[in-house]
């Protein structure tokens, strides 16, 4: 099994900066892609930013410019760095994994996981 624990969510001002945790555990062989995607209520969850293990790095569209994503492979982690937030940036933020799993003796698996999500509101 893996765990994907989320941390750095919190109340903001517009303006502000906040920078979101992510770190992946368990039986992981390697990790390829890593990210965050956000939602809110009654809307369908949307990406935000993802980063390859090659480091390639891709971005919607709405926070070009004021997010940057970064990932470090030794600790199986990765971080958003959000500046000039908006009321528009307030969700709730989840972190995907996507990864190969130790599953069994000489056996790997290819799968998704995703943290419980942390909120973020922009307001003030």
């Known amino acids: 099994q893996v765990q994907v624990v989320e941390s750095g969510g919190g109340l903001v001002q517009p303006g502000g900066s906040l920078r979101l945790s992510c770190a992946a555990s368990g039986n992981i062989v390697s990790i390829w892609k890593m990210g965050w995607y956000r939602q809110t209520a009654g809307n369908q969850r949307e990406l935000v930013a993802t980063?390859?293990?090659?480091?390639?790095?891709t971005y919607a569209d709405s926070v070009t410019g004021r997010f940057t994503i970064s990932r470090d492979n030794a600790k199986n982690a990765a971080y958003l760095q959000m500046d000039s937030v908006q009321p528009t940036d307030t969700a709730v933020y989840y972190c995907y994994v996507g990864l190969w799993e130790l599953t069994g003796p000489n056996r790997q698996t290819n799968r998704d996981y995703w943290g419980q999500g942390t909120q973020v509101t922009v307001s003030g």
């Open positions: 980063v390859h293990s090659s480091g390639a790095t």
